[in-house]
Structure formats: C-alpha cells, structure tokens
C-alpha cells in the first residue's frame, strides 16, 4: 500500500424546522377561556460539532460538517455510509467499514503542492472532492501472507482510481503489505474524484491478490465487490 506523505488535517478520519401548529378551544356558552396557544418548537437542520477520537483527529460523521486546520484549510462532509462489510480474499478477511466523500477548500498552498501529484495536474481546483475508504484487514492462518490490499476503485459515473498509486492519505500500519501469522491493521485510503458526490451512488473495489511471500505464489486471485453509497 504505498503513500505519499500526508500533512494531517485531523479528517479520518466524516432536518428541518417543525413548527407546532396553534391550537384554540371553545368554552361552553357559560364560560369561555382564552386557548393558550401551543409551544412553539423549532428544529435545526444544522449538523452537529464533530467530535475527536482519542488521538485528537475529527470526525466527520453526519453530512454538512466542517473542520479545518491551522493553515486554513478546510473539509466538508459531502456524502457518508456505513458499510461493516467483510470480503473473504482467504485467508485475508477485508472489511469495509465506511465510506465518505469530503471536499476541501481554501487549501494551503503547502498543501496544495503536496496534493498536485495525486490529481494528474499542475494546480488542484476550489472545492476539490475525494473518496475515502476506511477499513480493516485480518490474517485468519498461522502463516505470512503479502496482501496489498484495494488495487482499484471504478465508481458508477464511469471514473477509475489507482489505490495502490492515488492514495494521499499516509499511515504507517497500513502501508505495510506483509502480515506476519494472525495479524490484523486497520487503514483508511483517500482518492481524488473528478464527479460531484451527488452523482456517486456505488464504488466497486477491485481488490489485490492474496500471496506467498516465501514462494510468490498466488493464494487467493484478486477479487471485486460493489457497495452502494
């Protein structure tokens, strides 16, 4: 799983106002009693402060929330859900947990330069949205296997992404393809889209083979899986 080195923006990381209607009741024809009119209660169609994990990162869980770091740039949560689906790559178990789709804005041009490379030009555009995947990866045999995890991405607007290339979001567990007997890490991918989170309804994963780091010989031939959004 190689990765370029990322500088944290704390991302691993991501209805309606009801108004009670006014109620009057009529007395008898012997007394009458002005109706007091019912509570009035508005509802905010604004999302929640993000929390943080125990490391101090935000997360982004409800769409419509922002964070932003110390140089200004910022991400919204465009587009969230919740998988908690297992692909079986024996023995590699791969379990998607989440998905999301975040934009960044006002980035920093420190930031900026770094992104570049990912986005296949020469300056990244405002408003600039990317998928990302958080999962976890198990090693169910006593043996070693080399397992790189997500190849590539095609999502249904027709757009491929290069995992194993594309990925800007850098973690040390992660970026490690060798587990070592009954082993389990967890990681998160981000890739830069060119569609509108709107238009994102599915993401199929192609995912890597499962290897023999001894022998290189294949164990398990990639294999796919589509998840809806």
């Not at 009458?32 to 905010?44: C, F, G, N």
């Not at 169609?45 to 770091?69: F, H, M, R, Y």
């Not at 420190?110 to 995947?133: C, M, N, S």
């Amino acid at each position: 799983m190689k990765k370029g080195l990322i500088k944290a923006l704390g991302i691993i990381a991501l209805a309606g106002g009801v108004l009670a209607g006014c109620g009057e009741e009529k007395a008898s024809t012997e007394s009458k009693e002005k109706a007091t009119p019912a509570e009035q209660k508005e509802v905010s169609n604004k999302p929640s402060k993000p929390k943080k994990d125990e490391n101090g990162n935000v997360i982004l869980d409800q769409v419509g929330q922002k964070t932003k770091d110390a140089d200004g740039t910022e991400a919204e949560l465009m587009k969230i859900k919740a998988v908690n689906q297992t692909m079986d790559i024996a023995p590699i178990k791969f379990t998607v947990k989440d998905m999301k789709i975040i934009k960044l804005s006002n980035v920093s041009k420190d930031f900026e330069q770094f992104l570049v490379q990912y986005t296949g030009g020469t300056e990244i555009p405002d408003g600039i949205q990317y998928l990302q995947i958080k999962y976890s990866v198990e090693n169910t045999s006593d043996s070693n296997i080399q397992f790189n995890g997500i190849d590539k991405v095609v999502l249904n607007n027709g757009e491929q992404l290069d995992a194993l290339n594309g990925d800007f979001i850098w973690e040390k567990e992660d970026s490690d393809s060798d587990f070592f007997g009954k082993v389990k890490k967890e990681g998160t991918v981000g890739l830069f889209i060119k569609g509108k989170a709107e238009d994102i309804s599915s993401v199929k994963l192609i995912m890597s083979d499962t290897i023999n780091p001894d022998t290189y010989d294949t164990i398990t031939e990639a294999q796919q899986a589509e998840f809806q959004f």
